[in-house]
């Protein structure tokens, strides 16, 4: 089975500054999808950021990119000009083609005013 | 569109009870996937019913079941209760097809205690 690991529990960033969290996925398959999903404090889950893995280019959401290194099996969320609303517990998802969503621990990011 | 919406919000149980949990996906998606959320456990997939079959299925004891129906509305059910079932669980829709542009949308979930 396919393994999503966010290995930064907890994070912080300053306002206006730039915070990355990381994400592994372990698979065998060549096609999949992987998504960056948001969810606020008691707030609902809503998706950040898609890839597709056959694409070599790194997705953009205006001021969320990722950085995706298929060969490692990487995929970090980049954050630039971090805002206070950016506070939330951010989860890394790995979808297969049978349409199978597997989802990291979670990161809690903080924004530090 | 309307969203994701799961009913009811907040829910107390005791011990050995057995609990129904609703989900109405957003118009016009026919995958219907469950998830369970624990702090420090992440969501663990529960399972995804597609045109009222189930078509995935995680690692729970048979306790868990769910069904959907002709509406694309789904039901999760937990009987016999545990303390260890207190958890926010997540109905996401999605269109239920492999491709990209197919992404999962959640609910705000029901937040179940068990004591």
């Known amino acids: 089975a396919q393994t999503v690991t966010q290995s930064q529990p907890e994070m912080s960033v300053q306002e206006a500054e730039t915070v990355t969290l990381s994400c592994t996925y372990d698979?065998?398959?060549?096609?999949?999808?992987l998504f960056w999903y948001k969810q606020p404090p008691s707030r609902q889950m809503i998706l950040v950021i898609r890839?597709?893995?056959?694409?070599?280019q790194n997705a953009t959401e205006n001021r969320f990119s990722v950085n995706f290194q298929k060969a490692a099996k990487s995929f970090s969320l980049k954050i630039s000009d971090s805002q206070l609303g950016d506070a939330a517990m951010y989860f890394c998802a790995y979808k297969d083609t049978g349409n199978q969503f597997y989802f990291g621990t979670g990161t809690s990011l903080t924004v530090i005013p | 569109k309307a969203g994701v919406t799961q009913t009811p919000r907040y829910l107390i149980k005791t011990r050995g009870q057995q609990v129904t949990l609703s989900c109405s996906p957003i118009s016009g998606h026919r995958s219907v996937s469950w998830y369970q959320q624990t702090p420090g456990q992440g969501l663990q997939f529960l399972f995804e019913y597609f045109s009222e079959t189930q078509r995935n299925k995680g690692n729970f004891p048979g306790r868990f079941s769910g069904r959907q129906f002709s509406n694309s509305r789904s039901e999760m059910n937990v009987s016999t209760l545990e303390l260890g079932d207190s958890a926010l669980y997540l109905c996401?829709?999605?269109?239920?097809?492999?491709?990209?542009?197919?992404?999962?949308?959640f609910g705000p979930g029901t937040r179940l205690t068990v004591l």
């Open positions: 890839q597709e893995a056959y694409k070599q």
């Open positions: 996401a829709s999605s269109l239920g097809s492999s491709a990209f542009t197919d992404t999962q949308y």
């Open positions: 698979t065998s398959e060549s096609d999949y999808y």
